[in-house]
């Protein structure tokens, strides 16, 4: 009898285990950013409005002014997350599960076509390869790689949320709209990860006391991110 009991007890935790893990992925499904919102044409921007590099410093990136800023901006944040994932996946930590593996493929997959949405909604404009600094994070240590994926989550919603009001075009304001969407069910994800069934995924540290998610402008964001990035990056004239 025991034993029956013990096996239905066993069972039953199982099941839990394997919903929580395809809820999570349901979860993140419906993130995807769809192909079908297209390209932007930026045909019409002037050239003062261009992001460069800055010409004989090597790693100085000037992101440009006006909507162009706002978007290589965004741009700037997608390189460096689709950068760590990648970087996640290919050496995966120890004891990762394989619905962790999956979850952080999801992850790394969405931030890779958002990064490559922006590139080739940009164009010409479009600033140039960043080259990330990950020497802090340890690759190998679960509690350091969901650290770090919070840390970049978080500042991503943050950033969308501090740059939308900075926006001109209603198209983009739309598409920046769709995309933090998506980064905040990143967000929630990490967070259920490194503490399963609380109240983190919308914890007091990220949602103000309005119930919304914080914004933060776009200065304080290249702050916080310059460490991970050797690249020097410009903002000042992002959204002006």
Do not use: W
Request: hydrophobic share 40%; charged share 25%.
């Amino acid at each position: 009898m025991n034993k029956i009991m013990k096996s239905h007890t066993d069972s039953g935790k199982q099941e839990e285990k394997v919903t929580s893990v395809v809820n999570r992925r349901l979860f993140l499904r419906s993130a995807g950013l769809a192909t079908s919102m297209g390209a932007i044409v930026l045909s019409a921007c002037k050239d003062d409005d261009m992001g460069t590099v800055i010409p004989g410093t090597g790693d100085a990136v000037e992101l440009g002014k006006g909507d162009i800023g706002v978007l290589n901006y965004a741009y700037a944040l997608e390189q460096l997350e689709a950068a760590f994932y990648t970087q996640v996946i290919a050496t995966p930590y120890t004891g990762m599960t394989d619905a962790e593996k999956t979850i952080l493929t999801d992850i790394r997959d969405h931030e890779i076509i958002h990064r490559e949405f922006f590139k080739t909604a940009l164009g010409t404009n479009a600033i140039k390869g960043l080259t990330p600094n990950f020497a802090a994070i340890d690759f190998t240590s679960r509690t350091a790689v969901l650290g770090a994926a919070k840390l970049f989550e978080d500042t991503g919603v943050a950033a969308y949320n501090g740059a939308g009001k900075l926006i001109k075009s209603t198209d983009y304001l739309l598409l920046a709209g769709k995309i933090v969407s998506v980064e905040a069910r990143h967000a929630s994800t990490i967070r259920d990860l490194l503490n399963p069934k609380s109240a983190d995924f919308a914890g007091d540290d990220i949602i103000n006391a309005d119930g919304f998610d914080k914004a933060v402008a776009p200065a304080d964001i290249l702050a916080a991110v310059k460490g991970y990035v050797k690249d020097t990056i410009t903002g000042a004239s992002v959204g002006k």
